[in-house]
């Protein structure tokens, strides 16, 4: 999982977490206000309900550009430093000439080669130097909200295959000197992440290629940068597991009371297609505590903004709201006490929508990157653009069934 760093001295992040602040206390005035209408006429006033509304976006705003600031502050720049971390040692002088040349004129030299797949892929291209690899793959971990939260693993072969037990190894007491009766073994499964191509097609005129001033190690990794995170964040959500990774919510799910190995577990909302009318967030008590015990510690939500929006007008037992900005830079906003992880491509709250997750996603969902990004050099196709066909490949899956649950918008 990504460590989230602190960066005490950005003074652009310092200013946005007081406007949101300021802003957040703007809006539990105005939502108090909407409430205490609610509860004497049964009815908001509609120019009270604007207001809330206008105010909600202003923190989702404020929260967004700091979420922006501080994921533009992790970003490596290759061959420096970023936030106080070195970045990886440069490849050799002579390879990295012959990268440059290959960029900009396309003479390969000794550059290593890599043909399509024998299942009859044509993507072949070179091999980027390590140094380009990392910060391609650091700016993906800075750019994609589930390689924050997730575990990240880069394998050599094609398909991942790791052994889990299911079950647990049988065990028991004995005294001292008492015979140790053979124990049953461990329930296993084993799981496969296969990597699929994730690619990207960025271009460039020959003019910028031959400007001295523009590193083009860093031109390509930032252009690649959101259009892998975009993909590869789509697909650890949602992704059917056929050419892409297998999202954490196309697995079944049933009642979490009777979930299996295999199987996620979800807890409703008390609603079709809504929160339930009264206590809420008692549901969302329920959805921590879903998950045992040894799976809180390292816990979060996961949901989308409209969702956010939703859960941030309401209140606890004791009148206080369960969501809370961050107050110090390097944090993240949190519910009930648990951080937020906003990711938009879950799903909007509507019948049995499977619109909030909660668990320690570092021990539930693994993703697998294959080594090796490669680039393949296109002048001809876009004339007078060259193209860069880059490829890396990516799989991704659950790896634990007990550590992630989901709320499922539904009465039961």
């Known amino acids: ?16 977490v007081r406007e949101m602040m300021a802003a957040f ?6 939502n108090d206000a909407r409430l205490g209408e609610i509860e004497k006429k049964a009815a908001a006033d509609v120019l009270l309900e604007e207001k809330v509304a206008r105010i909600d976006q202003a923190v989702a705003s404020a929260q967004a550009r ?12 290759i061959g420096g430093v970023t936030g106080g971390e070195p970045v990886e040692p440069a ?10 040349g290959y960029l900009k004129t396309g003479q390969s030299g000794a550059l290593e080669v890599k043909a399509g797949l024998s299942g009859g892929a044509t993507s072949g291209g070179y091999v980027v130097p390590y140094e380009t690899e990392r910060a391609i793959e650091r700016r993906l971990m800075a750019a994609s909200p589930m390689r924050e939260i997730a575990t990240v693993r880069t394998v050599a072969a094609g398909v991942f295959r790791k052994p889990v037990s299911t079950a647990g190894v049988a065990c028991g007491w004995v005294a001292e000197t008492a015979a140790r009766p053979e124990t049953d073994p461990a329930t296993l499964a084993l799981l496969e992440f296969p990597s699929a191509d994730l690619y990207a097609n960025p271009a460039a005129t020959q003019a910028l290629l031959d400007d001295a001033m523009v590193d083009l190690d860093e031109w390509l990794a930032a252009e690649v940068e959101d259009a892998f995170a975009a993909q590869e964040t789509q697909a650890f959500v949602n992704g059917d597991g056929v050419n892409k990774p297998k999202g954490f919510l196309t697995y079944p799910t049933v009642a979490d009371a009777g979930q299996a190995w295999g199987q996620i577990g979800y807890v409703a909302s008390g609603a079709t297609g809504g929160f339930a009318p009264t206590s809420p967030a008692d549901r969302l008590i329920d959805l921590i505590y879903a998950p045992k015990a040894q799976y809180r510690p390292n816990g979060r939500f996961v949901m989308n903004r409209k969702t956010v929006s939703a859960v941030r007008k309401f209140k606890d037992a004791d009148g206080n709201y369960i969501w809370q900005p961050a107050t110090r830079l390097g944090e993240t906003a949190s519910l009930l006490g648990y ?5 938009e491509t879950m799903p909007d709250v509507a019948a049995n929508s499977l619109s909030i ?20 050099r296109d002048p001809y196709s876009a004339k007078p653009y060259v193209l860069f066909y880059t490829t890396k490949r990516v799989g991704g899956g659950v790896q634990n069934f007990d550590a992630v649950k989901v709320m499922k918008f539904s009465a039961g």
């Open 25 to 30: 206390e703007a809006f539990k005035g105005a």
């Open 339 to 343: 951080p937020v992880t906003e990711i």
């Open 91 to 100: 490849s050799a002088p002579e390879a990295k000439a012959a990268w440059d």
């Open 357 to 376: 997750a909660f668990g320690d996603f570092q021990r539930g969902y693994l993703i697998v990157d294959r080594a090796g990004v490669r680039v393949l």
């Open 1 to 16: 999982m990504k460590e989230t760093k602190q960066a005490s001295g950005h003074p652009e992040a310092q200013a946005v």
């Open 66 to 77: 700091l979420d922006r600031v501080m994921s533009q502050n992790r970003r490596p720049q």
